[in-house]
T-cell receptor, first 116, second 113 residues
């Protein structure tokens, strides 16, 4: 299994530009999570999906952030317009829960976003 | 509500020293408990887990015992190596079909040769 695949690994963009981060979860996993990690705030859950449906987006900082999961094998996190304070490492994770049992919770390698 | 509290870092040790990173939790029912490790420039990786009271999770020389009476899941290693330098995260998941993990803030460990 290739694990959770995120792209790009690094992104540098100018303030005001649109940024799209991509994630391919582990095949068969039924939940997907987007996290943001910064020195100041640590690891923050932004949003998560269950069976491609957004369940909890209370961690999304503001309307500039949006996330979609059009199918079980792909998700995007979009920031439009981007701001310097959005600079962080963004992680995607996927998991499988069946019958109340957690079978795996795996992180991707992250996308390091720098907004200048 | 549910929460995880970890000891603040950074923790700095010499090679072969004994490591303890404290983790306590607040949760309803009987959560599962996890330790994840994040090496520099990488994502978080599962290090070990325990799903019920008195279970001991172990991996790569690390151990943690699920203590319900003290609501703790402290991470220990008898002899650390430079390669153990990383950030360690404690997390819990409530029982049932809950998909979310509740995370501690992470503890940075630096091991000097």
């Amino acid at each position: 299994d290739a694990g959770v695949i995120q792209s790009p690994r690094h992104e540098v963009t100018e303030m005001g530009q649109e940024v799209t981060l991509r994630c391919k979860p582990i095949s068969g996993h039924n939940s997907l999570f987007w996290y943001r990690q910064t020195m100041m705030r640590g690891l923050e859950l932004l949003i998560y999906f269950n069976n491609n449906v957004p369940i909890d987006d209370s961690g999304m900082p503001e309307d500039r952030f949006s996330a979609k999961m059009p199918n079980a094998s792909f998700s995007t996190l979009k920031i439009q317009p981007s701001e310097p304070r959005d600079s962080a490492v963004y992680f995607c994770a996927s998991s499988l829960v069946q019958g109340g049992i957690l079978y795996g919770y795996t992180f991707g390698s992250g996308t390091r976003l720098t907004v200048v | 509500g549910n929460s995880v509290t970890q000891m603040e870092g950074p923790v700095t040790l010499s090679e072969e020293a004994f490591l303890t990173i404290n983790c306590t939790y607040t949760a309803t029912g009987y959560p599962s408990l996890f330790w994840y490790v994040q090496y520099p420039g990488e994502g978080l990786q599962l290090l070990l887990k325990a799903t019920k009271a008195d279970d001991k999770g172990s991996n790569k020389g690390f151990e943690a015992t699920y203590r319900k009476e003290t609501t703790s899941f402290h991470l220990e290693k008898g002899s650390v190596q430079v390669s153990d330098s990383a950030v360690y995260f404690c997390a819990l998941r409530n029982a049932g079909n809950n998909r979310k993990l509740i995370w501690g803030l992470g503890t940075s460990l630096a091991v000097n040769p």
